[in-house]
């Protein structure tokens, strides 16, 4: 009954469902390593830094350009306070205030924003602090250039004159007269008694669209392996079916009317 399992046609249905169940349970764990490395992403850039086990700073150019490796680590640069700006609708502890903002120009010309820390309320320069004279090293946490949606930076335009809304070399450079790292830095204690900016999160580590996606296309490959197997029984059972009606004499229906005799036309074509 089942010698049909040699015949070509089968040998090619076999062939296949052997060799597509192990390439379906491959894809499948591929996208689901996908999926857990995206969640592993996600706990390392949230994971609070402890202070006391902070690595040792490296210089600004070893960081450079930054990466979701490199967000976070401590940086070193040296330079001379130049340009102070004040960025606005920034929250710390579920308080209003802003970021007070310096451009640190570097040895080769280029300038390194520097958040010296927040201070509650409405931005005013009038109780910002100054930024240190004469040349000074800074050591804090990298940060990468912002965008809109990212750390709170809301899509307004048209700031006041010595605000900005988003900390990124695209904003600032049309604001300074010199070039702009597309990075910054945040320190790790405040200045002039100002309270630090904690480091944020890098973007593209959550748990986004691209993770759960990893996850549905691994039930969907294992979902394919669950199919090719139900529709081999379901040929299979089919094909034992015919075989067993074909060795009782029974013909299926079609086969049946096909053999039946066709009434013939009579001479008159009535």
């Not at 040792?56 to 340009?83: I, M, W």
């Not at 570097?106 to 820390?117: E, I, S, W």
Request: aromatic share 10%; with cysteine; hydrophobic share 40%.
């Amino acid at each position: 009954m089942y010698r049909f399992l040699l015949t070509p046609r089968w040998w090619g249905i076999n062939v296949f469902v052997v060799l597509a169940i192990p390439f379906c349970i491959f894809m499948g764990s591929w996208q689901l390593g996908r999926f857990e490395d995206r969640v592993q992403d996600h706990e390392t850039a949230t994971a609070p830094r402890d202070p006391a086990r902070r690595e040792a700073a490296r210089p600004l150019a070893e960081l450079l350009p930054v990466d979701k490796a490199t967000v976070g680590d401590q940086a070193t640069v040296s330079g001379r306070y130049a340009d102070q700006l004040l960025v606005p609708e920034r929250k710390l502890d579920d308080r209003e205030g802003f970021y007070v903002l310096t451009l640190l120009r570097t040895d080769d010309g280029k300038a390194l924003p520097v958040v010296r820390g927040w201070l509650p309320g409405d931005p005013d320069t009038a109780k910002v602090p100054a930024p240190p004279t004469g040349r000074v090293t800074v050591t804090g946490a990298l940060q990468a250039a912002e965008s809109v949606g990212s750390n709170g930076v809301s899509g307004r335009s048209g700031w006041p004159e010595g605000q900005t809304g988003a900390i990124s070399a695209a904003t600032l450079l049309n604001l300074v007269p010199y070039d702009v790292y597309d990075a910054w830095v945040t320190l790790n204690e405040g200045d002039s008694g100002m309270r630090a900016v904690p480091v944020s999160a890098p973007q593209g580590t959550g748990l986004d669209l691209k993770a759960f996606q990893n996850l549905g296309y691994t039930a969907e490959w294992f979902a394919f392996v669950g199919f090719v197997i139900f529709m081999w029984f379901r040929l299979l059972r089919r094909e034992v079916e015919l075989a067993r009606d074909a060795e009782l004499g029974l013909a299926p229906e079609d086969e049946e009317a096909d053999d039946e005799p066709k009434p013939q036309p009579s001479p008159s074509g009535v």
